[in-house]
Structures are given as structure tokens and as C-alpha cells.
């Protein structure tokens, strides 16, 4: 297991910062290495976030030393989305398969989790991320096809898009994790415009379907101190709870968006006027 660990930051100190101090700080580069589980360990609302690509091999998720428990999820609960091939997954024994785009929430208490490809030539991927639990709450699979769909954006601004809810409220119960997949039309390239912050969250965007040549730009900082990180395909990049968070690429692509925080109410944004951006 690949596993670090990124500190918070404050607005103040992060607006000294130059390109490089920027990517080290918020961009995860490395989320999928094959055969192998890469996660990254953040302050902000202690999150974990990253990849687990079995190729060859089944990977199974233990507790890295610095969470200090027995097990991955002793005190923490999980949310996984596979965007690659047909894969599974055990946990305490039980097998779920997960089909392309499929979701899994697993609750605080589950002490085995072991992930499998079905087809090491169409391998799958999952994505997880993982936040502290306070209590145990019922395991789902989430197949795509029950996720929370929510249509937003217009042509016009260059941001329609589709954003389907995974972990969330509307779908199930959980002790603060949310999750899900905004998937771009064609011809659109913004995300979250307006853009907003929400101080009492943090968020974790993952960023994928798109062809090699192409880069996103993903906005961050205060609203009148702003600064990009250039992101390529699957690649992650942390959003501290001050912190604008919005996107542009040079096509459409697919994100992935992990929150953990103070409360679940996903419409509690604290939204900026394009005008007021600086």
C-alpha cells in the first residue's frame, strides 16, 4: 500500500505559495498504481481518498499505522465508486460484484474488505474514499442505476451536466460521508459555476474520462485570491472547506466528488458572483 499524508493549510499561508508548493500540497497525481492500493490521508476533516486497481491480484484494505486501529474501518466508514471493468469485492465474507459505475457504502465496524478484477484485461478500479464514523450505519451496494440523478447547467454556460448522487441522504444513510459522479454533456467544460465554498465541508475532486492530451484546470482559493492546479487524467485534488472548488478543461469529462464535514446538507453553499472573482 502507497499511503501519505497531506496537513492542513491556511488561506493566508497558501496564497504564498508557487506552483509546485500548490501541487504538492492539494494535487494527488498518483491515484491508481496496478496492483497496488494508493491512498492519501488528509487533515482537512481527516479524509482518505484514492485507488485500489487489482490487475493480477486481489488487494485487501488494512489499516495503515497512521490511523492507529486494528482495522481500516474500526472507526471510520467507506464509500467506493468502480470506474473500470467488472469487479468485486468481500467484506466479512459477504461478495458484492460491481459493475462499471457501481457504488458500495460500507459502515464503521466491517473488518475485512478484499477487491477483485473479474477480467485482468478489462480490470476494475475503485475509487474510495473513507472519513471518520461515529456509529454504524447498514452496508449498500449502489448500483448506477439507483443513484439520484440530477440534471444542472445550460449549454449556453459551457456547464450542462448530470449529477448523480451516491452517498447521500437521498440514497442513505451515513455518519457525514457524501459522494457522487457529475458526468459533463459534450460541448460543456465548466463544473460549479457560480462556484461557491462551503465552510462547513471539505471535498476531494477526482477527475477522469479524459483522453491523455487533454488537461482540466481546477480553481481554488479564496474567492478574491484565486489560483489553478493543471490536473491530468485520474488525478485527485483536495479542497479545503475555505476554498473555491470549480473546473475547466479543454473537453468534457467525469468527476468524482467525496464531502466530509460539519453537516449532509448538500445545498449549504455559500455561492460567489463571477464578477466578485478574483
Given at each position: 500500500?502507497?499511503?501519505q499524508?497531506?496537513?492542513?493549510?491556511?488561506?493566508?499561508?497558501?496564497k504564498?505559495?508557487?506552483t509546485?508548493?500548490l501541487?504538492?500540497?492539494?494535487?494527488?497525481?498518483?491515484?491508481f498504481?496496478?496492483d497496488d492500493i494508493s491512498?492519501?490521508?488528509s487533515?482537512?476533516?481527516?479524509i482518505?481518498a484514492g485507488?485500489?486497481f487489482p490487475v493480477?491480484?486481489s488487494?485487501k484494505l488494512?489499516a495503515?499505522e497512521?490511523?492507529a486501529?486494528?482495522?481500516f474501518?474500526?472507526?471510520?466508514?467507506?464509500?467506493?465508486?468502480?470506474?473500470g471493468?467488472?469487479?468485486?469485492?468481500i467484506?466479512?465474507g459477504?461478495k458484492?460484484?460491481m459493475a462499471?459505475?457501481?457504488?458500495l457504502?460500507?459502515?464503521?465496524g466491517?473488518q475485512?474488505?478484499e477487491?477483485?478484477?473479474?477480467?485482468?484485461?478489462?480490470?476494475?478500479?475503485f475509487?474510495?474514499?473513507s472519513s471518520p464514523?461515529?456509529?454504524?450505519?447498514?452496508?449498500?451496494?449502489?448500483?448506477?442505476?439507483?443513484?439520484?440523478?440530477?440534471?444542472?447547467?445550460?449549454?449556453s454556460t459551457?456547464?450542462?451536466?448530470?449529477i448523480?448522487?451516491y452517498?447521500?441522504?437521498?440514497i442513505?444513510?451515513?455518519?457525514q460521508?457524501?459522494?457522487?459522479l457529475?458526468e459533463?454533456a459534450?460541448?460543456?467544460?465548466?463544473?460549479?459555476m457560480?462556484c461557491?465554498?462551503?465552510e462547513r465541508r471539505m471535498?476531494?475532486?477526482?477527475?477522469?474520462?479524459?483522453?491523455s492530451?487533454?488537461?482540466?484546470?481546477?480553481?481554488?482559493?479564496?474567492?478574491?485570491?484565486t489560483?489553478h492546479?493543471?490536473?491530468a487524467?485520474e488525478q485527485a485534488?483536495?479542497s479545503?472547506s475555505?476554498s473555491?472548488?470549480a473546473g475547466?478543461?479543454?473537453t468534457?469529462y467525469?468527476?468524482?466528488?467525496g464531502?466530509?464535514?460539519?453537516n449532509?446538507?448538500?445545498?449549504?453553499?455559500?455561492?460567489?458572483q463571477t464578477?466578485d472573482?478574483?
Amino acid at each position: 500500500m502507497k499511503f501519505q499524508v497531506r496537513y492542513s493549510t491556511s488561506p493566508e499561508d497558501s496564497k504564498s505559495y508557487d506552483t509546485a508548493k500548490l501541487r504538492a500540497t492539494y494535487l494527488i497525481e498518483e491515484v491508481f498504481i496496478k496492483d497496488d492500493i494508493s491512498l492519501t490521508y488528509s487533515h482537512f476533516d481527516r479524509i482518505i481518498a484514492g485507488g485500489v486497481f487489482p490487475v493480477t491480484t486481489s488487494l485487501k484494505l488494512d489499516a495503515p499505522e497512521e490511523v492507529a486501529s486494528e482495522y481500516f474501518l474500526q472507526r471510520r466508514e467507506l464509500g467506493v465508486i468502480n470506474i473500470g471493468g467488472e469487479g468485486y469485492i468481500i467484506y466479512d465474507g459477504f461478495k458484492q460484484t460491481m459493475a462499471h459505475k457501481d457504488g458500495l457504502y460500507l459502515g464503521r465496524g466491517v473488518q475485512s474488505i478484499e477487491f477483485f478484477s473479474v477480467d485482468p484485461n478489462q480490470p476494475a478500479k475503485f475509487y474510495i474514499n473513507s472519513s471518520p464514523a461515529h456509529k454504524a450505519y447498514p452496508n449498500k451496494h449502489i448500483p448506477f442505476s439507483i443513484t439520484n440523478p440530477r440534471a444542472v447547467g445550460a449549454e449556453s454556460t459551457m456547464n450542462k451536466r448530470v449529477i448523480y448522487q451516491y452517498l447521500h441522504p437521498a440514497i442513505l444513510e451515513t455518519c457525514q460521508l457524501q459522494m457522487g459522479l457529475t458526468e459533463l454533456a459534450n460541448g460543456s467544460s465548466w463544473n460549479t459555476m457560480p462556484c461557491h465554498t462551503h465552510e462547513r465541508r471539505m471535498e476531494v475532486y477526482f477527475y477522469f474520462n479524459l483522453p491523455s492530451e487533454h488537461r482540466v484546470f481546477h480553481m481554488m482559493g479564496r474567492p478574491d485570491e484565486t489560483r489553478h492546479i493543471v490536473m491530468a487524467n485520474e488525478q485527485a485534488v483536495i479542497s479545503p472547506s475555505w476554498s473555491i472548488h470549480a473546473g475547466v478543461a479543454t473537453t468534457n469529462y467525469t468527476f468524482i466528488w467525496g464531502m466530509c464535514g460539519e453537516n449532509q446538507a448538500y445545498d449549504d453553499m455559500d455561492f460567489i458572483q463571477t464578477k466578485d472573482l478574483k
